[in-house]
């Protein structure tokens, strides 16, 4: 049976990233597309009373020692050799999330997403620098002038502000989470219950 299977993302987490590394093997696997469906997350922390781990794991004795050591083994698990973490983090994620949506409507997202993810995770900068932003659009062959106009479409901001909000109805709290059909998982850490749901899935 067809399934939709949705990746909410926003660009700022570092565990959005390391897990949309493994979604490529389950697509293969399992033969589905995955939709990726950009949301902001400050939003959904807003909404939702959340915080981030940055904040929560702040003055915790062992708990992100342990935090790393889940982060290296799950990089290992899936043979990541790419990712860096962004030195200027945490990096306010507006502009780059409105400009993700942007580039949904101009058919340019694949290309878009993965300079946006590579200059975030793989060559960190500063991303939320207006003119570091540019820099590197460019470079990856990315017009910068022409998402950022569009970004500031009323069209564009409300379709991330409902996408946003769409998730928190549904029962997002962060990201990266995922929707096989309505069953929502949360962290990179679900990835291999999220595969086991789309094969049930197919099988039904």
Known sequence: MAVQVEFLFDFGSPNAYLAEKALP???????????????LLGGIYKATN??????????????????ALETRRFIQRHGITSYQPNPHFPVNTLNL???AVAAQF????EPYFRAAYHHMWEEPKKMDDPEVFRAAMISSGIDPD???????HADVKERLMALTQRAVDRGAFGS???FVGDEMFFGKDQLRDVEDAII?????
């Open 25 to 39: 093997g389950i697509e293969q696997r399992t033969g589905v597309k995955i939709d990726y469906v950009p949301i």
């Open 50 to 67: 959340n915080r981030s781990p940055f904040e929560t794991l702040r003055g915790i004795k062992n708990k992100p020692e342990y935090n």
């Open 97 to 99: 999330m409105r400009c």
């Open 106 to 109: 101009a058919d340019m997202f």
């Open 146 to 152: 022409l998402l950022l106009a569009r970004a500031q």
């Open 176 to 178: 990266p989470t995922f």
């Open 200 to 204: 049930a899935h197919r099988a039904s």
